[in-house]
């Protein structure tokens, strides 16, 4: 440990006595170990803000569809009372019917999205009842003309976001029909504004998918898409359990004629793509910290021929071959431990203002850290390998003489 303290010593000596050449060897793998940092923080800030957002935006149902090119049958009320109680841990299922029609009020007509469900999709996002309440399964069984839109989409429609009460109408196939708003949802969230931003507006309305088929001349016993409610953490397995019970009933079985999937399932892909796109961006910063490294060995190199008669001298009192290699490899590892050091609070430093300013959470974990210094070190060792071994070798006769 005496000796080990020595080597220690004897190198930072000589990277103190060599300031300015010290700082510019240590540029190379600051830049390196900042731009490391700085990735990976953003890498995961990104995965936890795309992650949450589609969570947000459903992330507590999964969709259970009929391939038309595969099949011609469709599914139907029966098929979710079949669903719901062979399935008794989930919190239920809708249709899912979108119709692209207009809405008419005092105000103006507006293009609109209507969309035929159940009362259980009051759970879909995240946005909730901000006024009034969502409509009751009564309402959906009497197929009652009532509609739950957005804050949002009321303000434009009627110039308030308290609409409570008031009516609209709905121009859905050629058919209209006037609908009375029961509930208003808080305004979606920023995925969803993003995903929407540069598009044509179209006011989101919900309305029972029974009053729907009623009023439009759906039948409802005719359907394409289910919705599956649960917990997450049972979402997957229920929608592709819901999936196999529909094959078996439609006698489908073997035909990949249904298809099913959550946005667990999206979230995964999601996550894959950023990882990929995470670890293109760390080869990049990597390539940077090789540059860095050969730098050193420059440097390192430069100095082995500085302190030749240094070396003579003491090869020719004894210091063996081992000890002048480990003097200029702690010398190495030093330099590029503190330029890691360095880079690491740099990189945290950067993390912070790119992250805040895009809005993502700011997530740096203690292994990137721990492995970023680490690192630091083995390109040291690795780079510095060269100049020390020439250092190691050189005969003592030759090395004085020069």
């Known amino acids: 440990m005496g000796q080990f303290g020595e080597y220690i010593k004897n190198a930072i000596k000589h990277i103190i006595g060599n300031g300015y050449r010290t700082l510019m060897t240590m540029l190379g793998i600051v830049i390196g170990i900042a731009a490391v940092i700085a990735v990976?923080?953003?890498?995961?800030?990104?995965?936890?803000?795309?992650?949450?957002?589609?969570?947000?935006?459903?992330?507590?149902?999964?969709?259970?569809?009929?391939?038309?090119?595969?099949?011609?049958?469709?599914?139907?009320?029966?098929?979710?009372?079949?669903?719901?109680?062979?399935?008794?841990?989930?919190?239920?299922?809708?249709?899912?019917?979108?119709?692209?029609?207009?809405?008419?009020?005092?105000?103006?007509?507006?293009?609109?999205?209507?969309?035929?469900?159940?009362?259980?999709?009051?759970?879909?996002?995240?946005?909730?009842?901000?006024?009034?309440?969502?409509?009751?399964?009564?309402?959906?069984?009497?197929?009652?003309?009532?509609?739950?839109?957005?804050?949002?989409?009321?303000?434009?429609?009627?110039?308030?976001?308290?609409?409570?009460?008031?009516?609209?109408?709905?121009?859905?196939?050629?058919?209209?029909?006037?609908?009375?708003?029961?509930?208003?949802?808080e305004n979606m969230n920023e995925m969803y504004s993003f995903l929407m931003e540069g598009q044509d507006y179209y006011a989101n309305i919900e309305i029972p998918y029974t009053a729907l088929g009623a009023d439009f001349d759906y039948n409802v016993d005719n359907m394409g898409t289910l919705l599956l409610f649960a917990d997450q953490s049972i979402l997957s397995d229920r929608v592709e359990e819901a999936k196999n019970l529909l094959l078996n009933a439609h006698g489908l079985r073997g035909t990949n004629a249904i298809t099913a999937y959550s946005m667990a399932d999206i979230s995964e892909q999601l996550d894959s793509i950023l990882g990929y796109a995470t670890d293109f961006l760390l080869l990049v910063s990597v390539i940077s910290l090789v540059v860095g490294g050969i730098g050193v060995m420059n440097i390192m190199l430069v100095s082995v021929a500085e302190r030749t008669r240094e070396i003579g001298i003491r090869k020719s009192i004894g210091a063996r071959t081992g000890a002048i290699m480990a003097q200029f490899l702690a010398e190495a590892a030093i330099l590029t431990l503190l330029g890691g050091i360095v880079g690491i609070i740099l990189g945290i430093v950067m993390a912070f203002f790119i992250c805040s300013a895009i809005g993502f959470d700011v997530i740096i974990t203690p292994v990137s850290v721990v492995g970023a210094a680490l690192f630091s070190i083995l390109i040291g060792l690795f780079f510095g390998l060269y100049p020390a071994r020439k250092a190691a070798r050189m005969k003592p006769i030759d090395a004085l003489r020069l």
Do not use: H
């Open 40 to 185: 990976v923080a953003l890498g995961n800030g990104m995965s936890s803000f795309v992650t949450s957002q589609l969570n947000d935006i459903a992330g507590n149902y999964g969709q259970i569809y009929v391939d038309g090119s595969k099949s011609s049958q469709t599914l139907s009320r029966d098929d979710i009372e079949m669903l719901e109680a062979a399935l008794p841990d989930i919190d239920g299922i809708s249709p899912g019917i979108s119709a692209y029609g207009k809405v008419s009020a005092k105000r103006d007509t507006y293009n609109a999205n209507v969309v035929g469900v159940s009362q259980i999709y009051e759970n879909a996002m995240s946005n909730g009842i901000k006024m009034g309440q969502y409509f009751t399964r009564q309402q959906v069984d009497s197929a009652q003309r009532v509609c739950v839109m957005l804050q949002d989409d009321a303000k434009k429609i009627f110039g308030t976001e308290n609409a409570i009460g008031m009516e609209l109408d709905i121009t859905v196939w050629g058919k209209t029909a006037s609908y009375k708003v029961v509930g208003i949802r």
